[in-house]
Nanobody
Framework: QVQLVESGGGLVQAGGSLRLSCAASGRTFSGYTMAWFRQAPGKEREFAAAITWTGISPDYADSVKGRYTISRDNAKNTVYLQMNSLKPEDTAVYYC?????????????????WGQGTQVTVSS
């Protein structure tokens, strides 16, 4: 059974930083693309960042580009999201996702596996 478990969420003041982690288990994720999506209250889930197995040319939504950094440690089957200069509008549940393809996608339907999410709250 494939499992993605997120951690690292919490409450932070505007301008602060958080680092999310997503630990994958249940199979090898060799060749998999990993991504972070987020869902704010009352809004649809949206793409935030994605990274291929090789880590080359990660993709970011315009709303987070320059503030967020996605990375992965393939030996640990873990993907990270470093979030800096956080804003109140970054408040959301952040979800980790995986797809068995070697290129990034921004579409929710392209991701086969999902975590349960971790809450990030940014206070003003």
């Amino acid at each position: 059974q494939v499992q993605l478990v997120e951690s690292g969420g919490g409450l932070v003041q505007a301008g602060g930083s958080l680092r999310l982690s997503c630990a994958a288990s249940g199979r090898t994720f060799s060749g998999y693309t990993m991504a972070w999506f987020r869902q704010a209250p009352g809004k649809e889930r949206e793409f935030a960042a994605a990274i291929t197995w090789t880590g080359i040319s990660p993709d970011y939504a315009d709303s987070v580009k320059g503030r967020y950094t996605i990375s992965r440690d393939n030996a640990k089957n873990t993907v990270y999201l470093q979030m800096n200069s956080l804003k109140p509008e970054d408040t959301a549940v952040y979800y980790c996702a995986a797809r068995p393809r070697s290129w990034v996608s921004r579409r929710l339907s392209d991701y086969e596996y999902w975590g349960q999410g971790t809450q990030v709250t940014v206070s003003s």
